[in-house]
Every structure is written in structure tokens, then in C-alpha cells.
């Protein structure tokens, strides 16, 4: 049964092993394809604990981490923030529980912290990533273009939103 609590401190080890894994990090981070460590893990988590502005959660299979989400740049005055969802161990991919997780995390955004739009960034290449976006009602905003570069190939970007309209 997939269960979604907060982010904590344990999970740094699987932050790690999810960041580095391939199928995850060619789709995720400022810089895709790039690797990180512990020691780059336990920074981010530290300033996490420090600030306001970002929640993040971790996705579990009943106590298994497989995979973490979260609001960045949460926005009180202009009610808005930005989502980032990966489901880090490969054998959970395509089982349906991407759209569980960011079903809930759609939910806790406009009902719990009552925000007004949800942003997002994706590869254009991600079409399981866009798919999911779209079945939940998120919309293309903008194309950047050649905006990412890995493996040697500029890539295309998206910004997708979706809105609280009740
Ligand atoms: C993108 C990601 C979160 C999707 O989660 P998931 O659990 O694999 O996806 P789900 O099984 O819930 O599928 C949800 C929808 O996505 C689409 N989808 C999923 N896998 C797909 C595939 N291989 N091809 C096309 N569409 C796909 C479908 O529309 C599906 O809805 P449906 O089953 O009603 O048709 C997950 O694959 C992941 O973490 N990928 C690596 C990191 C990443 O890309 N993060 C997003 C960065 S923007």
C-alpha cells in the first residue's frame, strides 16, 4: 500500500541512491545527469530544515522509501509553488503510483496550503513524466527551447501548470 510522509533525515541515503540512479537524474535537477553524494544530500537537507518555503515527502511502498515529491519556492503572496515528484527504484515505475503521489501532493497544495497554481518544469523527452502531468489536468505554459543539455544533444523544456479553480 503506497503511504506518503514527510521527509526526513533517514532518507538522505536513498536521496543519494535515487539522484545517481540513471533513469531518474537524466529527467531531474538544474543540471541533468549529474551526480550527487552524501555529502551534497546532507547540505540540502540542512538547509531544507532551515527554510519555509519547500515541503517535501516521501513516498513508500507501506515502509519502503522508493521515492520523494515536494513544493519549492512556495509562494504565500502570490499562492503559488513548484512541483517535483521521482519515483527512485526502477521496478516502481509505470505501476500507477506517480499519479497517486502527485494526486496527494495536488491536494495538500490547494487545500492545505491553499495555493492557487502549481508550476512544474519537464523535459520534453519525459513523456511518462508529461502523460501523468496531463491526465491530471496540468497544461503546457511555455516551451523553452534547447534549454537542457545531456549526452551531448540540447533538449527541449516545458512549463506545465495547473490551476485551483474551486
Ligand atoms: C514520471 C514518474 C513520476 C511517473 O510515475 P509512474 O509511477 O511511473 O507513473 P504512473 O504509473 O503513475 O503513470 C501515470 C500516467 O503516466 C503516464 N505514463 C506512465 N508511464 C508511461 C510510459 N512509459 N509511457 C507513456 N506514458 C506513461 C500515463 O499517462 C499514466 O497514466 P495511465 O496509467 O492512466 O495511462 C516516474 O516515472 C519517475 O519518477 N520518473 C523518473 C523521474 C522523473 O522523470 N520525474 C519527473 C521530472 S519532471
Not at 82 to 105: C, P, Q, S, T
Not at 115 to 131: C, E, F, Q, R, S
Not at 146 to 159: A, P, T, W
Request: proline share 2%.
Amino acid at each position: 500500500m503506497i503511504k506518503i510522509r514527510r521527509h526526513l533525515q533517514k532518507d538522505i541515503p536513498y536521496r543519494v541512491k535515487w539522484l545517481n540512479n540513471p533513469n531518474v537524474n537524466r529527467f531531474v535537477g538544474d543540471e541533468v545527469g549529474q551526480k550527487t553524494n552524501l555529502k551534497k544530500a546532507k547540505e540540502w537537507f540542512a538547509d531544507y530544515q532551515k527554510v519555509k518555503n519547500k515541503k517535501f515527502f516521501t513516498i513508500c511502498d507501506d515502509f519502503k522509501p522508493i521515492g520523494f515529491m515536494g513544493l519549492s519556492n512556495i509562494s504565500k503572496h502570490n499562492k503559488n509553488a513548484d512541483l517535483f515528484i521521482a519515483i527512485g527504484e526502477d521496478n516502481y515505475h509505470g505501476k500507477g503510483i506517480g499519479k497517486i503521489a502527485v494526486k496527494w501532493i495536488i491536494n495538500y497544495g490547494f487545500n492545505k496550503l491553499k495555493l492557487h497554481k502549481i508550476n512544474l518544469g519537464v523535459i520534453k523527452d519525459n513523456v511518462p513524466a508529461i502523460n501523468l502531468y496531463k491526465s491530471l489536468g496540468f497544461i503546457t505554459e511555455g516551451k523553452m527551447k534547447e534549454e537542457v543539455f545531456y549526452k551531448g544533444k540540447f533538449h527541449d523544456f516545458l512549463s506545465m501548470a495547473i490551476f485551483n479553480r474551486n
